[in-house]
């Protein structure tokens, strides 16, 4: 766990990014290892290396902004391995989401779980151009009084 308190004496509201960058800190174990890839402006995959894990021992769930991703086999029969390097073992990968990103779709292909994401932006929440309205000049026509 870090000491972020010297940086809480100067700063308001980010309390939370301390707490997520202690989360990340914390979760350095590396297994199983995934990659985050951006498909498009709005389109994000996370990829997860589940070799040795079916479908039904996978759950992929979101709460809270969350994405929480847990990985637990039922235990076989013990067989008679000379050498086992393909790791089995239980986990659970948690993604703090950014905002207005949703869960579209989940599938298991290959040994990966591909996660894909979308950021949908309400329309209130989108940048727009402002027109600029200048007032119309208007030309007073008259004939100067001599004076």
Same mark, same amino acid.
């Given at each position: 766990?870090?000491?972020? =308190?010297?940086?809480?004496? =100067?700063?308001?509201?980010?309390?939370?990014?301390?707490?997520?960058?202690? &989360?990340?800190?914390?979760?350095?174990?590396?297994?199983?290892?995934?990659?985050?890839?951006?498909?498009?402006?709005?389109?994000?995959?996370? =990829?997860? +290396?589940? @070799? %040795?894990? !079916?479908?039904?021992?996978?759950?992929?769930?979101?709460?809270?902004?969350?994405l929480t991703i847990v990985?637990?086999?039922?235990?076989?029969?013990?067989?008679?391995?000379?050498? &086992? %390097?393909?790791? %089995?073992? !239980?986990?659970?990968?948690?993604?703090?989401? @950014?905002?207005?990103?949703?869960?579209? !779709? !989940?599938?298991?292909?290959?040994?990966?779980?591909?996660?894909?994401?979308?950021?949908?932006?309400?329309?209130?929440?989108?940048?727009?151009?402002?027109?600029?309205?200048?007032?119309?000049?208007?030309?007073?026509? %008259?004939? +100067?009084?001599? +004076?």
């Open positions: 766990m870090r000491d972020f =308190s010297p940086y809480f004496r =100067s700063t308001v509201g980010f309390d939370h990014l301390f707490n997520m960058l202690d &989360q990340v800190a914390d979760a350095g174990n590396g297994y199983p290892p995934y990659n985050i890839e951006r498909t498009d402006e709005t389109h994000y995959r996370i =990829s997860v +290396a589940v @070799a %040795g894990f !079916a479908e039904k021992d996978l759950t992929v769930e979101v709460k809270d902004g969350v990985g637990k086999r039922e235990e076989a029969p013990k067989q008679g391995y000379l050498y &086992q %390097g393909i790791a %089995g073992r !239980a986990f659970e990968r948690r993604f703090q989401l @950014a905002e207005h990103v949703e869960v579209r !779709a !989940a599938k298991l292909e290959n040994g990966l779980l591909h996660v894909d994401l979308e950021r949908v932006v309400p329309e209130e929440k989108k940048p727009r151009r402002i027109a600029i309205n200048a007032p119309e000049f208007k030309t007073i026509e %008259g004939q +100067a009084k001599a +004076a």
